[in-house]
Every structure is written in structure tokens, then in C-alpha cells.
T-cell receptor
Framework: AQSVTQLDSHVSVSEGTPVLLRCNYS??????LFWYVQHPNKGLQLLLK??????LVKGINGFEAEFKKSETSFHLTKPSAHMSDAAEYFC???????????FGAGTTVTVRA | GAVVSQHPSWVICKSGTSVKIECRSL??????MFWYRQFPKQSLMLMAT?????????EQGVEKDKFLINHASLTLSTLTVTSAHPEDSSFYIC???????????FGPGTRLLVL
């Protein structure tokens, strides 16, 4: 079985400063990993995904994540936070033989002006 | 591309009535659709997996007679909450996969409030 752990339930940053959201995964196979963002009362939007190609993955809105197999991590970063980045972020891993997703508990990002 | 819609976005109903929620893939044919439930300040909980033309596969603890899923075409899946009760109030989100890929594209969600 696969699982993900988001290490921070809440991250607060100042506008214009870097954002780091940490995610560790557990999987017995080579996983597919995703980061999704959810704004209040909205569905989930795909930020980026890792599917065994390049370990540094670039996504939308300036986000990127690095897959580190040795550390079983898939941390999400952005060099400069914007007010519109305030949202809930989910790290997600896909099952090996099916399409089921396992979600982390989520990290709430607040951005201070 | 890969847009998923849900209708309605909001629904308020009386206890004991049934509510149908539609999930549509607008610009692609979805091989598989999923239904999730999300409680406030929590992550998503998978309710069921739906493939076109076959019965849905429900997760453990999800009542299939209460949450009826119909996947009539490659672009439409419906979730019917039968005899709704206040504890069924929640945010319901669907998703769909494109082709054989593992990426799920999510709908905007439906907020259900049962009075």
C-alpha cells in the first residue's frame, strides 16, 4: 500500500518570500506523485505531477517539486509567494495497479501582505 | 483541456429526499470517474470508482444503496444520495481520468446541505 505524509499542517509566509511544502511518501513500487491545490469551496487543481521522468518537475503558477527517491520525498516549492497562493495543498500518490489516489492530510498556506 | 464540471454546485434539500449530482468530462472521454467526499478542514475520502457501463466499486464503509452511482456514458457519471439525512451534508467532488493515465482531473465540487 502507498501513503503520503505532509509534514506541515499550516505554513505562513510573507508575500514575495519562498514557499516550501514538505511531503514524504511510502510506496513499494515506483510511484506517481502529484500536488493539487484547493481554494475555498472549490475543486482540486493539478499543480504538477511526477511519473518517473525528470526528478525536478515544473508546474503551473511558478511551482516546482523535486522527487528524491533516497529521501522518499516530494517537496513543493515556489520562489516568491503571491497572495493568490493562499489555499489548501494536497500531496497525492497513485496506486500501482489501479487509479486510486492516496491523499495527504493537506497543508494550509496563508500569505501575509 | 481536461475540464470536469459538476452540477449543481450547491443544493439544499429536506431530510428524506433524494439528490442527484452530475459529473461531466467536457472535452475528453473519461475511462474512469471517481466520487469523493470531503468534510470541513479534512482531506478527500474516496467513496467509489466508476467505469462506463459497469457497476461502481465502492470503498469499504460506503453504503452502495444510499449512494447510487450511474456511469451511463464516457462523459457522464451521476451520484444520487438517496433518502438524505443531515449527516450526509458534505462537499462531494468527482474526478475523471483521461485515457490510461493516472492523472485525475477534478470537478469544482457540489456542496450538499440536508435540513
Amino acid at each position: 500500500a502507498q501513503s503520503v505524509t505532509q509534514l506541515d499542517s499550516h505554513v505562513s509566509v510573507s508575500e514575495g518570500t519562498p514557499v516550501l511544502l514538505r511531503c514524504n511518501y511510502s510506496s513499494s513500487y515506483s510511484p506517481s506523485l502529484f500536488w493539487y491545490v484547493q481554494h475555498p469551496n472549490k475543486g482540486l487543481q493539478l499543480l504538477l505531477k511526477y511519473t518517473s521522468a525528470a526528478t525536478l518537475v515544473k508546474g503551473i503558477n511558478g511551482f516546482e517539486a523535486e522527487f528524491k527517491k533516497s529521501e522518499t520525498s516530494f517537496h513543493l516549492t515556489k520562489p516568491s509567494a503571491h497572495m493568490s497562493d493562499a489555499a489548501e495543498y494536497f500531496c497525492v500518490v497513485s496506486g500501482a495497479n489501479d487509479y486510486k489516489l492516496s491523499f495527504g492530510a493537506g497543508t494550509t498556506v496563508t500569505v501575509r501582505a | 483541456g481536461a475540464v470536469v464540471s459538476q452540477h449543481p454546485s450547491w443544493v439544499i434539500c429536506k431530510s428524506g429526499t433524494s439528490v442527484k449530482i452530475e459529473c461531466r468530462s467536457l472535452d475528453f472521454q473519461a475511462t474512469t470517474m471517481f466520487w469523493y467526499r470531503q468534510f470541513p478542514k479534512q482531506s478527500l475520502m474516496l467513496m467509489a470508482t466508476s467505469n462506463e457501463g459497469s457497476k461502481a466499486t465502492y470503498e469499504q464503509g460506503v453504503e452502495k444503496d444510499k449512494f447510487l452511482i450511474n456511469h451511463a456514458s464516457l462523459t457522464l457519471s451521476t451520484l444520487t444520495v438517496t433518502s438524505a439525512h443531515p449527516e450526509d451534508s458534505s462537499f462531494y467532488i468527482c474526478s475523471a481520468t483521461l485515457g490510461q493515465g493516472r492523472t485525475q482531473y477534478f470537478g469544482p465540487g457540489t456542496r450538499l446541505l440536508v435540513l
